[in-house]
């Protein structure tokens, strides 16, 4: 079985300056620790681990317009994944396919 893998954006226009920021690293790494999602060591930023996702940051972007992630255990990972970007108010676009949600 192939990972399924996911980018969040923001719901925000793009600005002239490209795609609308969803946050500082460390902001967002705060956020989603309140998900239970977090680095796997204290000080560091990516990958990211929570229940059945991995997040991706993208290296030395500050701030972070775009994340991936990957569901490694897909019973619960896609509805954390909903729960998170619903929350915050994300987009979801599906790598394979194109599709884009807003939960």
Same mark, same amino acid.
């Given at each position: 079985?192939?990972?399924?893998?996911?980018?969040?954006?923001?719901?925000?226009?793009?600005?002239?300056?490209?795609?609308?920021? $969803?946050?500082?690293?460390? *902001?967002? !790494?705060? #956020?989603?620790?309140?998900?239970? %999602?977090?680095? @796997?060591?204290?000080?560091?930023?990516?990958?990211?681990?929570?229940?059945?996702?991995?997040?991706? $940051?993208?290296?030395?972007? *500050?701030? !972070?317009? #775009?994340?991936?992630?990957?569901? %490694?255990?897909? @019973?619960?990972?896609?509805?954390?994944?909903?729960?998170?970007?619903?929350?915050?108010?994300?987009?979801?676009?599906?790598?394979?396919?194109?599709?884009?949600?807003?939960?």
């Amino acid at each position: 079985m192939s990972t399924q893998q996911y980018v969040i954006l923001s719901r925000e226009s793009a600005s002239n300056n490209g795609m609308a920021p $969803l946050g500082s690293r460390k *902001d967002l !790494v705060a #956020q989603l620790s309140s998900f239970n %999602t977090a680095p @796997e060591r204290s000080g560091e930023d990516d990958p990211l681990y929570g229940p059945g996702i991995l997040v991706s $940051l993208p290296p030395m972007t *500050d701030p !972070v317009t #775009q994340m991936l992630v990957s569901i %490694t255990e897909e @019973e619960i990972g896609w509805q954390v994944l909903l729960r998170i970007a619903k929350h915050y108010r994300w987009k979801i676009v599906d790598t394979s396919s194109g599709r884009e949600l807003t939960p």
